[in-house]
């Protein structure tokens, strides 16, 4: 079992709520277990760089609140090259690290496989930061269900607007592989119809259903589309509504990174705090190359390969039938 005596923390790619509690168990579990811990910022790059500092139980105060990562992100092209590795690695060696926990999606955890694989010297521990909610092994990631409550409570305030003014919504959520956050989102709002990346789109059935809903007497519609439904597009699929839907004044909304801030809610605060203190537990275990995850609400461990390479979340089959039976 490697001694682990030293640990440093990152965060990389998109920022998701729910990181900084995870880091704030990350520098306390770390510290309680007689760990030293450094704070990496502007992730990988921070690697490259050696932007790093030391970092104490009072680092981490007052941050449970905060949206997004006190240890800034980004996107780091250089880590990907053999250069950019070795200075990384260099760096850290320099330092006294022995792990690393890396906060982010599948473009951070390939990075820490690569890294991993590369220098195993370094143990390498995940914890999995994505609003998507489409990594292999959690049920849940950080920053999910925080952003889900973004986009109810705006698609809330749109319904009012719509209500008002007889209008068709169509209003993108952000999902480029996952429908996980518009099929919830559409669930809890009401909506007319949803357009996931998981399911092919008829659009003939699209349109007959807003016809039905006129006859019906439905004074408005939502659409809710996530952003990799392979429609052509929210605003290319409006015109074709456009087109064959007349009685409704039809708008469009693309919600974007509204979704990725504000304040995490309680369930991704107590998330960052679980999967956090696991992923010190583990590296003092001994483990490498592993992303610590939420099953069963249980904590599962999840090889880093496996969480990149095993199929995506699934969308659940009851969530999927409830979704057009409760749209009538």
């Known amino acids: 079992m490697r001694k682990i005596t030293k640990i440093a923390v990152l965060t990389s790619g998109g920022d998701a709520p729910g990181m900084n509690p995870c880091i704030r168990a990350v520098v306390r579990t770390a510290i309680y277990n007689k760990l030293e811990v450094v704070g990496i910022r502007q992730g990988y790059q921070g690697l490259i760089d050696n932007n790093m500092y030391e970092m104490n139980t009072r680092s981490v105060s007052n941050i449970l609140n905060l949206g997004g990562t006190i ?3 980004a996107r780091c092209l250089p880590f990907r090259t053999d250069e950019g590795m070795e200075t990384a690695y260099n760096n850290i060696k320099a330092q006294g690290i022995d792990g690393i926990v890396v906060i982010g999606g599948d473009g951070t955890f390939t990075g820490a496989l690569r890294f991993s694989q590369r220098f195993p010297d370094i143990a390498v521990m995940g914890v999995p930061g994505t609003i998507d909610n489409d990594l292999y092994g959690s049920t849940y990631t950080l920053g999910f269900d925080t952003a889900t409550n973004t986009v109810i409570e705006a698609i809330d305030k749109i319904r009012d607007t719509a209500d ?8 993108e959520v952000m999902g480029r592989d996952s429908g996980a ?11 007319e119809a949803i357009l996931l990346p998981e399911r092919a789109t008829a659009i003939d059935d699209l349109i007959e259903s807003l016809k039905a809903g006129q006859f019906n007497k439905k004074s408005s519609s939502i659409v809710i589309v996530a952003e990799g439904d392979k429609s052509g597009g ?22 974007g990174h509204l979704q990725r801030g504000g304040s995490p809610s309680a369930f991704d605060r107590i998330l960052g705090s679980r999967l956090g203190f696991a992923a010190v537990n583990a590296l003092i275990a001994g483990k490498s190359q592993m992303m610590v995850g939420l099953e069963a609400n249980h904590i599962k461990l999840t090889t880093l390969e496996e969480a990149l390479t095993q199929h995506q979340f699934k969308l659940e089959d009851d969530l999927m039938q409830m979704s057009e039976i409760l749209s009538i």
């Open 164 to 171: 008002a003014h007889d209008r068709l919504f169509f209003i």
């Open 71 to 73: 240890l800034k992100t």
């Open 181 to 191: 956050i518009a099929l919830r989102a559409g669930i809890s709002c009401g909506a």
């Open 234 to 255: 929210v605003y290319d699929l409006a015109e074709r509504v456009r087109g064959q839907v007349k009685f409704y004044d039809i708008k469009v909304t693309i919600l």
